[in-house]
């Protein structure tokens, strides 16, 4: 089993609908939870970060963590073609504490 | 306030060739870790580096080595490089702990 999977899409949407992307790890003590952005030749940018339970809100982002069930998630609203990149799920792990990716999730906003 | 600074951005070599890569962190930052990030999967935590000292690694052979100095700017070294080591390495920093990483634009690394 990986530490992090995140489905590897594509994942189309249309613009103005709300996307939705997922990330489950192993680690169950894991504490600390990342959304990466990475555009075409680009490296990842941070956009949100997460440590507790239920639901953190940024602008059109909202983060998502549920630790029994090991699972954390990003909803971006109103998604634009500006928003079309590859969002990396990273988490923090027990061991040692190094971040650990996802293999990221290819999203395509369609005008 | 510079960021994250990776030179070169593209490098050309050989099998059996070694290399060496370099960052500078972000102004205040004093952890730097390196990634590996072959095409279209997630960078791959090679190891990291604070106070001049190895602090974690991840799973890569004793060909990739590193080094951090006093200004807490760092190398990547590899050695006896082969086919596979063709990626992208990025370069990120962070203060202390190191949750909040800011990554510089890479290095391209491409073995022929």
């Known amino acids: 089993q990986k530490e992090v999977e995140q489905n590897s899409g594509p994942l189309s949407v249309p613009e103005g609908a709300i996307a939705s992307l997922n990330c489950t790890y192993s680690?169950?003590?894991?504490?600390?939870f990342f959304w990466y952005r990475q555009y075409s030749g680009k490296s990842p940018e941070l956009i949100m970060f997460?440590?507790?339970?239920g639901d953190k809100e940024d602008g059109r982002f909202t983060a998502q963590l549920n630790k029994a069930s090991q699972y954390v998630s990003l909803l971006i609203r109103d998604s634009q073609p500006s928003d079309s990149a590859t969002y990396l799920c990273?988490?923090?792990?027990?061991?040692?504490?190094?971040?650990?990716f996802g293999q990221g999730t290819e999203l395509s906003v369609k005008p | 306030d510079a960021g994250v600074t990776q030179s070169p951005t593209h490098l050309i070599k050989t099998r059996g060739q070694q290399v060496t890569l370099r960052c500078s962190p972000k102004?205040?930052?004093?952890?730097v870790s390196w990634y590996q990030q072959a095409l279209g999967q997630g960078p791959q935590f090679i190891f990291q580096?604070?106070?001049?000292?190895?602090?974690q690694r991840g799973n890569f052979p004793d060909r990739f080595s590193g080094h951090q100095f006093p200004n807490y700017s760092s190398e990547l070294n590899v050695n006896a490089l082969l086919l596979g080591d063709s990626a992208l390495y990025l370069c990120?920093?962070?203060f202390g702990e190191g949750e909040k990483l800011f990554f510089g634009i890479g290095t391209q690394l491409s073995v022929l």
């Open positions: 680690d169950r003590g894991s504490q600390s």
């Open positions: 102004s205040g930052h004093d952890t």
């Open positions: 990273a988490v923090k792990t027990t061991r040692g504490g190094k971040l650990i």
């Open positions: 580096y604070y106070e001049e000292e190895e602090r």
């Open positions: 997460i440590y507790s339970n």
């Open positions: 990120a920093s962070s």
